[in-house]
């Protein structure tokens, strides 16, 4: 059973910055697509970054590209989520995903087959 934990969330004002982490335990990390995905209230889970298993490569929602950079250290055992020129809009609980298929289809929801318990961020403008 494959564990996710997050953490870095926290309060910080608009234009700064924050980093996320998520670290995992219970699998073969280096073999897991990940992701992360964020929710803000009363709206529905949405896709942010992800990492592909092999080659590093990654993939950003529109509304995040050249603000957010994901990366993983497979040696550690983590994924992480640099925020940057943060919004008031990016306010959301931030939730790492991992994905044992073979394939990569990163802003799918459905495919990711473990969740951390998630972190909040709060940006006020």
């Known amino acids: 059973q494959v564990q996710l934990v997050e953490s870095g969330g926290g309060l910080v004002q608009a234009g700064g910055s924050l980093r996320l982490s998520c670290a995992a335990s219970?699998?073969?990390?280096?073999?897991?697509?990940m992701a992360w995905f964020r929710q803000a209230p009363a709206k529905e889970r949405e896709f942010v970054a992800a990492?592909?298993?092999?080659?590093?490569?990654?993939y950003y929602a529109d509304s995040v590209k050249g603000r957010f950079t994901i990366s993983r250290n497979n040696a550690k055992n983590t994924v992480s989520l640099q925020m940057n020129s943060l919004k008031s809009e990016d306010t959301a609980v931030y939730y790492c995903?991992?994905?044992?298929?073979?394939?990569?289809?990163?802003?799918?929801?459905?495919?990711?087959?473990?969740w951390g318990q998630g972190t909040q961020v709060t940006v006020s403008s």
């Open positions: 219970g699998g073969t990390f280096s073999s897991y697509n």
């Open positions: 990492i592909r298993r092999i080659g590093g490569i990654t």
């Open positions: 995903a991992a994905d044992i298929s073979p394939d990569w289809d990163p802003t799918q929801l459905r495919r990711y087959d473990y």
